[in-house]
């Protein structure tokens, strides 16, 4: 009896090492196999951050262009700010009375709205330009070549069947109600003809 208890223990202690060795290798394999997808995944971020850094150097180079745009502009708007004032302190010096005065300061007036409205519309466009150019930038990066072609090719043909479906949705009850509207008319004509008839 003591012999088949040592066979009994000595099998139980063969499947418990057989057991932790199995799991000491499943897990050395789940930690392998985890490494290695980790090691997948790292390397696909690889392209992404590529990508985010070129348009972030696009952006970069668009934000830098659109500032020194304005920075050359708002030293011209300076520069002509300075020069027009030189010049209207000069004919405030050689005009001779308070009419020519008057005269002058209001066509100076104008030429300043004028020139103010013009540096307005030149900043707008600047600005109109660099965001633009920052929308082609996202756009550009956003989606891939292969995808934007499916995605246009996919949207041409249903949007033609939509129009068609609802030009068609469109006229068919535009056309009954117009019928309607007639025979009401009609109908409306005719009553005090009957009722007149009548009487």
Same mark, same amino acid.
């Given at each position: 009896? !003591?012999?088949?208890?040592?066979?009994?223990?000595?099998?139980?202690?063969?499947?418990?090492?057989?057991?932790?060795? !199995?799991?000491?290798?499943?897990?050395?394999?789940?930690?392998?196999?985890?490494?290695?997808?980790?090691?997948?995944? +790292?390397?696909?971020?690889?392209?992404?951050?590529?990508? *985010?850094?070129?348009?972030?150097?696009?952006?970069?180079?668009?934000?830098?262009?659109?500032?020194?745009?304005?920075?050359?502009?708002?030293?011209?708007?300076?520069?002509?700010? *300075?020069?027009?004032?030189?010049?209207?302190?000069?004919? +405030?010096?050689?005009?001779?009375?308070?009419?020519? *005065?008057?005269?002058?300061?209001?066509?100076?007036? %104008?030429?300043?709205?004028?020139?103010?409205?013009?540096?307005?519309?030149?900043?707008?466009?600047?600005?109109?330009?660099?965001?633009?150019?920052?929308? =082609?930038?996202?756009?550009?990066?956003?989606?891939? /070549?292969?995808?934007?072609?499916?995605? +246009?090719? %996919?949207? =041409?043909? /249903?949007?033609?069947?939509?129009?068609?479906?609802?030009?068609?949705?469109?006229?068919?009850?535009?056309?009954? =109600?117009?019928?309607?509207?007639?025979?009401?008319?009609?109908?409306?004509?005719?009553? /005090?003809?009957?009722?007149?008839?009548?009487?």
């Amino acid at each position: 009896m !003591h012999a088949g208890a040592d066979d009994f223990l000595d099998e139980q202690t063969k499947g418990l090492t057989e057991l932790a060795e !199995h799991l000491r290798t499943s897990r050395l394999a789940a930690a392998r196999n985890a490494a290695v997808q980790s090691a997948a995944r +790292i390397r696909s971020l690889n392209g992404r951050i590529r990508v *985010l850094a070129r348009s972030g150097v696009k952006l970069t180079s668009v934000s830098h262009e659109a500032a020194q745009d304005l920075i050359e502009l708002q030293s011209e708007i300076i520069n002509s700010a *300075l020069t027009e004032a030189a010049a209207q302190i000069e004919r +405030i010096a050689n005009t001779g009375s308070f009419r020519d *005065l008057a005269r002058e300061q209001s066509d100076v007036l %104008k030429a300043t709205r004028g020139r103010i409205a013009d540096d307005l519309s030149r900043v707008m466009t600047i600005l109109r330009q660099a965001a633009g150019e920052a929308r =082609k930038v996202a756009e550009r990066e956003a989606a891939p /070549p292969s995808r934007k072609k499916d995605s +246009i090719r %996919k949207t =041409k043909k /249903p949007t033609a069947r939509k129009v068609k479906r609802a030009v068609r949705k469109t006229t068919k009850p535009v056309a009954r =109600k117009a019928k309607r509207v007639l025979r009401n008319a009609r109908s409306k004509t005719r009553k /005090p003809t009957r009722r007149a008839r009548r009487a």
